[in-house]
């Protein structure tokens, strides 16, 4: 009898299940010789930015390049504080610190997102923006954070990294503040075959100081009007994200529907705490970027489900930002400890089946209830 294997994620599938496909889009990119900047790209943007509802978007680099970027093009001034929840990738906190600013981590609350009454509670005289993570596929409770920032006078930008496609109210992550992040890492639910984000931006002077900055300086126009790096979303990166963003909606659709499965089938233990389940009628439009529960006997379980060939993730390595002391960091934040505790991922992503699904629920529940 084969043993079921359930790996966290599948890499290898990520070429395998389409490789026909990707090997005419590569043909297609590689034989016009247009590699970088090219029409595949600029297509690519025009679809990103039309489909997320914002103005512009543009493709760089890395979603981390696309923070420190558009910090950038803002202008931070030294000793500027931005804040951020600490349930986030260090990438976060990075950029501001790179683009010239201080980043200052807040708790979290009982969504696991970053806690409105911490935000409050942690403006000074040096703070000139909220940066909210958009994390696991949801959308932070954005009008109590825009509310705050009225009342203090401060701008909104967003890691929208692991939100592409997710709604608070109707209305896309990534298109609450002055900019955004977007993530096109392998892994995301729009990934590619590596490095690769963008920016998602509506006001036009800002969008042209994003673009110069990304590209040497260069401006649409193809004179240099400042300095500038080289961050780059290249063309064949470009097409196969163009591609994949045909059928995205069919693959978040897919990605509820595993959500609504495991709360179907965990919702009884109480040593479990879910995320919160679709729901056509909430506020929130989630695509479960990522499965993230909060767990009696953490290690335990994970040995566990190891043990039983199912692969999991404690996210962040199991540290959320004020845990990195030497870098600086001295906020005691009670919440955010508890949570990197007790968090775990299961799979969430297209490779799994229904069965496999079923199979990781039984799995936990035998753990329980040994």
Excluded at 229 to 240: C, M, W
Excluded at 291 to 315: A, C, F, M, P
Aim: charge should be negative.
């Amino acid at each position: 009898m084969m043993t079921r294997k359930i790996p966290f994620f599948e890499y290898p599938r990520l070429w395998t299940d389409s490789k026909q496909e990707y090997i005419s889009i590569f043909d297609h990119v590689a034989s016009s010789g247009g590699f970088i900047l090219q029409k595949d790209l600029a297509d690519f943007e025009t679809e990103l930015a039309k489909y997320t509802g914002v103005n512009y978007s543009v493709g760089v680099g890395n979603a981390t390049d696309a923070m420190e970027i558009f910090l950038e093009a803002i202008g931070l001034n030294k000793g500027d504080e931005i804040i951020i929840s600490s349930h986030t990738m260090l990438a976060t906190a990075s950029a501001i610190k790179f683009a010239g600013g201080v980043p200052v981590p807040v708790d979290i609350g009982e969504d696991n997102l970053i806690c409105t009454d911490s935000i409050e509670n942690s403006i000074t005289s040096n703070t000139i923006g909220i940066m909210p993570t958009q994390l696991n596929g949801r959308v932070c409770d954005m009008d109590k954070i825009i509310k705050i920032a009225q009342k203090n006078n401060l701008f909104i930008v967003e890691d929208a990294a692991q939100a592409l496609g997710a709604k608070f109210k109707g209305r896309h992550a990534g298109t609450f503040g002055l900019a955004s992040c977007i993530s096109f890492f392998p892994a995301k639910v729009l990934g590619c075959f590596g490095d690769a984000g963008g920016v998602l931006v509506n006001d036009k002077n800002l969008y042209h100081k994003i673009f110069q900055l990304h590209d040497h300086g260069r401006d649409t126009d193809g004179e240099i009007k400042r300095w500038g790096r080289n961050s780059r979303l290249d063309n064949i990166q470009a097409a196969i994200l163009r591609h994949k963003l045909k059928t995205y909606d069919k693959v978040i659709e897919r990605r509820r529907a595993i959500a609504q499965m495991y709360q179907d089938l965990l919702n009884d233990l109480d040593e479990i705490q879910l995320p919160p389940p679709p729901n056509k009628n909430s506020d929130h439009f989630d695509v479960y970027q990522n499965y993230e529960i909060t767990v009696d006997k953490r290690d335990e379980l994970k040995n566990y489900l190891s043990e039983k060939n199912i692969g999991t993730l404690i996210q962040w390595g199991g540290k959320g930002i004020h845990h990195f002391r030497n870098l600086g960091f001295t906020q005691v934040l009670p919440n955010t400890d508890t949570f990197f505790k007790r968090c775990i991922m299961l799979p969430m992503n297209l490779f799994i089946s229904n069965d496999d699904v079923d199979y990781i629920c039984k799995s936990i529940k035998e753990f329980y209830r040994k």
